[in-house]
């Protein structure tokens, strides 16, 4: 768990302070459409998979559990990319500090790459990048899975969709940017990759069913004792929580999966 000063947790991004305080499955489908992205990706012991983001290392583990031929974690931050190190043990397993925008992974080194929670934190220009540089650094028939946060119904009008945007990234405090699922589908289609399957689940992040589900009845007392001996982290998930109950019936959350043409 981070350990962090209580003055530390006003600017923090979201998915911190909320690692902070103990929640580790942090994806807006919760661990189930997790699950389901790994499976549908089929992993094989003759796979090369890439991670991009891969955080506090949730979906590596399942991913692990699958014996690809060889696992890579792009990761931005540091601290991050040092504790997804700490569990990779074999001998073609690795997580290395970059982005994903610039992976530094040589053409069509991949047969699978994935990333979670992370376009949508992006503007229109980086997510382009990011699936760009996915399907640079995949063979010709390989696999790109996402999920990602994403608004409800797909004929949202302009006007909510920027006021929902707006208050997301103020209480996220990153510039949050969720699109519909047909134009998640776009994105991928526009950067080279055929549309295989799609998934969705609601957006329950921090309801209190779906905390049960991913982090267990122990986990999340875990989290709730953190909540009240930290004011200032409590403040902040109360306030996130109030957004997403705010616009429940405009935001869920959606996984494809995706091949590269």
Same mark, same amino acid.
Request: proline content about 4%; charged content about 25%.
């Given at each position: 768990?981070?350990?962090?000063?209580?003055?530390?947790?006003?600017?923090?991004?979201?998915?911190?302070?909320?690692?902070?305080?103990?929640?580790?499955?942090?994806?807006?489908?919760?661990?189930?459409?997790?699950?389901?992205?790994? *499976?549908?990706? !089929?992993?094989?012991?003759?796979?090369?998979?890439?991670?991009? =983001?891969?955080? +506090?290392? %949730? /979906?590596?583990?399942?991913?692990?559990?699958?014996?690809?031929?060889?696992?890579?974690?792009?990761?931005?931050?540091?601290?991050?990319?040092?504790?997804?190190?700490?569990?990779?043990?074999?001998?073609?397993?690795?997580?290395?500090?970059?982005?994903?925008?610039?992976?530094?992974?040589?053409?069509?080194?991949?047969?699978?790459?994935?990333?979670?929670?992370?376009?949508?934190?992006?503007?229109?220009?980086?997510?382009?990048?990011?699936?760009?540089?996915?399907?640079?650094?995949?063979?010709?028939?390989?696999?790109?899975?996402?999920?990602?946060?994403?608004?409800?119904?797909?004929?949202?009008?302009?006007?909510?969709? *920027?006021?929902? !945007?707006?208050?997301?990234?103020?209480?996220?405090?990153?510039? =949050?940017?969720? +699109?519909? %699922? /047909?134009?998640?589908?776009?994105?991928?289609?526009?950067?080279?990759?055929?549309?295989?399957?799609?998934?969705?689940?609601?957006?329950?992040?921090?309801?209190?069913?779906?905390?049960?589900?991913?982090?267990?009845?122990?986990?999340?007392?875990?989290?709730?004792?953190?909540?009240?001996?930290?004011?200032?982290?409590?403040?902040?998930?109360?306030?996130?929580?109030?957004?997403?109950?705010?616009?429940?019936?405009?935001?869920?959350?959606?996984?494809?999966?995706?091949?590269?043409?």
């Amino acid at each position: 768990m981070l350990t962090l000063k209580e003055e530390d947790y006003e600017k923090m991004p979201g998915h911190w302070v909320l690692a902070s305080v103990g929640k580790t499955v942090l994806r807006p489908g919760g661990i189930e459409l997790t699950k389901q992205m790994v *499976a549908n990706l !089929q992993i094989t012991a003759n796979d090369h998979v890439v991670e991009f =983001a891969p955080g +506090l290392g %949730i /979906t590596a583990r399942l991913a692990l559990s699958r014996t690809p031929r060889s696992y890579i974690g792009i990761e931005q931050d540091p601290e991050a990319a040092k504790r997804v190190s700490a569990y990779l043990d074999g001998v073609r397993q690795t997580c290395v500090v970059a982005s994903a925008e610039n992976t530094g992974l040589k053409d069509e080194s991949a047969t699978v790459v994935y990333g979670e929670a992370m376009l949508t934190m992006h503007s229109e220009k980086i997510k382009n990048t990011i699936v760009s540089e996915a399907h640079r650094i995949l063979k010709p028939g390989g696999k790109y899975a996402i999920h990602e946060m994403n608004l409800l119904p797909d004929q949202i009008s302009v006007e909510s969709k *920027a006021q929902i !945007q707006k208050e997301l990234s103020t209480v996220i405090r990153v510039n =949050a940017r969720p +699109l519909t %699922i /047909t134009e998640w589908q776009q994105l991928l289609e526009h950067n080279g990759f055929a549309v295989l399957k799609t998934g969705t689940a609601p957006m329950h992040l921090l309801n209190v069913r779906r905390l049960i589900n991913d982090e267990g009845l122990k986990g999340s007392m875990k989290m709730a004792l953190n909540m009240i001996r930290k004011p200032k982290a409590r403040t902040r998930v109360l306030r996130m929580k109030s957004t997403f109950k705010k616009y429940e019936d405009f935001l869920g959350a959606v996984s494809i999966i995706a091949q590269k043409k």
